[in-house]
């Protein structure tokens, strides 16, 4: 057998063949199916690019609005889910209850058929138009309220927003939300993909494939930085401690939330977007002092690190954005999660069209031939 040498992080090492995104991390180029990421920002939705990452082209009208008409028809979750929700401690984090809860909608659907396309396409439409719903039910539910059911009516991210807020968002707020979901939709093979991809390699059901992603989004080195960075700029509070903020932290050897990616070594594509985006609802809606901080560390990271690559990364700005839509800062990540289940879905796919179980190897670096002591001797 070939021996590798090891890499702590799997840094380097593919760990699939994969068609659906390409980053170049040099240049900062992010692609969909070939697509560059600026393109479908200014252009797309985000359902139409969920089918894209999924089926592998860009719908057309017909079945654009199919897809579309089903997810739509798709969003209400079953009254013993939302029991099951209820009973959730309202103190508990989103991310935990939106694993629980899709992992909990695969006993609905326990009847596996991983061949049949048709089984495909149903576990995609159900898991794409419930996680929504399901982060906006608990969100209200941990308040005291009732959730409020889904508006037919009203598009993809309108409708969540309408259930998050009970009431109907702006049109401007709703389409920058639509195309912050495009900008997390996928990224490669990262950690919480990695997980989809193990997961799905055991020919389990899609409802676990993507509660294990979402336990691993969670975490504060992936997906939940942009909580991190929220509160990273809350205790700054000012400008003028920018700098001082920065070198205690390099001094320290502390990572500084919102920069640094293992791909990038420039600026993340999805960050310089989602900082115009930003830009957009401040002239709208008004200022937001955190931005001017956020700017200023920017430039003294700029100073600092640029040597070793070190940039915005995607959760730099993407708090500033929810956080001038008013959404709580623990729900950033499900609606990063919210976004990236299409990504899991287009990976879980992908996985079962060419199949070998993950199955590693590691170095041991234990002892051998130790004898069993009996317990009064320890
Ligand atoms: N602040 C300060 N120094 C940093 C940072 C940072 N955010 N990121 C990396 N470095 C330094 C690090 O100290 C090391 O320096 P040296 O070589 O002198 O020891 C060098 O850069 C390489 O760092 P690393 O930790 O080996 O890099 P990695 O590829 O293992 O980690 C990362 C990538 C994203 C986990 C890391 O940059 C980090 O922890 N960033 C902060 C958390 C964050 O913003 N995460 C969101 C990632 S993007 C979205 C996502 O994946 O969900």
């Known amino acids: 057998m070939m021996v590798c040498e090891y890499k702590p992080g799997l840094e380097g090492i593919p760990a699939a063949q994969s068609s659906i995104s390409y980053v170049d991390g040099q240049k900062g180029i992010l692609e969909y199916r070939g697509i560059r990421i600026e393109e479908l920002a200014e252009k797309s939705t985000f359902l139409e690019t969920a089918y894209l990452l999924i089926w ?46 899709a992992a909990a909608l695969g006993l609905f659907y326990s009847l596996r058929d991983l061949h049949n396309p048709a089984y495909i396409r149903d576990s995609v439409v159900r898991l794409i138009a419930t996680i929504p719903t399901m982060v906006a039910a608990f969100q209200l539910m941990r308040k005291g309220n009732d959730p409020v059911r889904p508006r037919d009516d009203l598009d993809y991210s309108a409708n969540f927003l309408y259930m998050l807020n009970e009431q109907e968002p702006d049109p401007l707020a709703a389409r920058i939300f639509d195309i912050c979901l495009i900008l997390h939709v996928e990224h490669t093979m990262n950690a919480s993909t990695f997980s989809a991809r193990v997961t799905a390699s055991t020919l389990t059901d899609p409802y676990a494939v ?129 976004a990236r289940v299409a990504g899991w879905l287009a990976h879980w796919k992908e996985q079962l069209a060419e199949n070998r179980i993950f199955r590693p190897t590691q170095i041991y670096n234990g002892r051998h031939e130790i004898p069993y002591t009996p317990i009064e001797q320890r």
């Open 210 to 338: 993507v509660a294990s992603a979402v336990g691993t989004l969670g975490g504060p080195l992936h997906g939940g930085a942009n909580e991190e960075v929220i509160q990273m700029l809350e205790n700054i509070g000012s400008v003028d401690n920018v700098r001082p903020y920065i070198e205690n932290c390099l001094e320290r050897k502390a990572k500084i939330m919102g920069f640094g990616h293992r791909v990038y070594k420039v600026k993340d594509p999805r960050a310089t977007i989602l900082q115009k985006l930003a830009e957009q609802l401040f002239e709208k809606f008004g200022h937001d002092k955190f931005y001017d901080i956020a700017q200023e560390m920017e430039r003294v990271v700029e100073e600092k690190l640029a040597s070793k690559g070190i940039y915005p990364n995607v959760d730099f700005y993407s708090g500033l954005v929810y956080r001038k839509m008013g959404i709580p800062t623990d729900l950033f990540t499900p609606i990063f999660a919210i």
């Open 56 to 101: 592998g082209e860009l719908p057309s009208k017909e079945e654009l609005e199919a897809f579309e008409h089903e997810v739509r028809y798709h969003r209400r979750i079953k009254y013993r889910i939302r029991d099951m929700m209820k009973c959730f401690p309202e103190s508990g984090h989103p991310m935990d209850a939106l694993q629980a809860s």
